[in-house]
């Protein structure tokens, strides 16, 4: 690394604290302002929800998706987060005799992790509270954290960044006019967004460090791991699809033969690849970041198998 270089990131860590300052937020006062959910309104946008993927389904049903979609979102992000603020801490570690400014930069994203957690929690609860009963998100965040951090940093870190930088496209998504879409539900995305933008920056900061350190043999392995991660998001993502699936088909308020369940379940796990995976995956500066750290043959090894989760 040459001194520019070097003077870059130890920049680029101090703006992440000066930003996460200056737009730090709380959840009752700035989020949630007294506020509830409205079942009137959609909570996620189309361009997430995929709602046009719902071909058999009237408008009033692709906004009972929207919803479901969107209690699964945050207990998504309520699981994603706590192996991402644990990774975080355990980063930090590299930090505490070193540039204090990182330190900090990375403590104050554990803490707005942990709050992000909190609200997260918190929608979830508020969607029940408007939503039918039967809603089930059966997966341990604690037991995923523990599998995922059995894997190498770098594979953790990429899958990280992977989803840091696709808070920000969901966020521009939520901008988009959309007169039915519930303000609540667009402040989440938007409050979200503001902190999550400098754990993007940081997540690449710490990914091209601990890269560095690495042998082109431990690197080769980290890469079959990042995709290995991957595919384990995707099990999550097609138990969750097939349990909204059959939560819609109880609660619509209709008779769902087993042919149009197929097809609603195949439109929430398009949907939840597309959020979760997808999204991220192709987000240019993803793809940027990667191509600098890996050969041509490693690329080619993870676009076949995300090729395989359409
Ligand atoms: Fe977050
Ligand atoms: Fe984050």
């Given at each position: 690394m040459n001194a520019i270089d070097k003077i870059s990131d130890t920049d680029r860590y101090a703006r992440c604290v000066q930003t996460s300052k200056r737009v730090r937020w709380d959840i009752?006062?700035?989020?949630?302002?007294g506020r509830r959910f409205d079942?009137?309104?959609?909570?996620?946008?189309d361009g997430l929800?995929?709602?046009?993927?719902?071909?058999?389904?009237?408008a009033d049903e692709k906004r009972f998706v929207s919803q479901i979609q969107g209690r699964t979102y945050a207990n998504v992000f309520g699981l994603v987060e706590r192996f991402i603020n644990a990774k975080v801490l355990e980063l930090s570690h590299d930090h505490w005799f070193g540039d204090q400014v990182a330190l900090e930069a990375l403590v104050r994203f554990s803490d707005e992790e942990l709050k992000h957690q909190a609200l997260f929690r918190r929608i979830d609860m508020m969607v029940g509270e408007v939503l039918p009963d039967?809603?089930?998100?059966?997966?341990?965040p604690n037991a995923v954290a523990h599998s995922v951090l059995g894997k190498s940093t770098w594979a953790v870190l990429a899958l990280t960044l992977d989803i840091e930088l696709f808070t920000q496209l969901h966020y521009r998504q939520s901008i988009?006019?959309?007169?039915?879409?519930?303000e609540l539900f667009k402040d989440v995305f938007l409050y979200h967004w503001k902190e999550e933008s400098q754990h993007a920056i940081l997540d690449e900061l710490e990914w091209v460090r601990h890269d560095a350190g690495l042998t082109a043999q431990q690197r080769e392995q980290a890469v079959d791991e990042f995709i290995d991660l991957v595919r384990a998001v995707d099990g999550i993502l097609q138990a969750q699809a097939k349990s909204d699936a059959g939560y819609f088909a109880t609660t619509c308020g209709r008779v769902v033969d087993e042919a149009e369940a197929r097809t609603i379940a195949a439109a929430f796990l398009k949907a939840y690849r597309w959020q979760y995976i997808q999204s991220g995956a192709q987000h240019p500066q993803f793809g940027k970041v990667l191509s600098k750290l890996i050969t041509d043959s490693q690329g080619q090894r993870i676009q076949a198998a995300l090729a395989t989760l359409q």
């Open positions: 009752d006062d700035d989020v949630i302002r079942a009137g309104h959609k909570f996620l946008p929800s995929l709602a046009g993927a719902f071909t058999t389904l009237s039967g809603y089930r998100f059966d997966i341990d988009e006019p959309d007169t039915e879409l519930s």
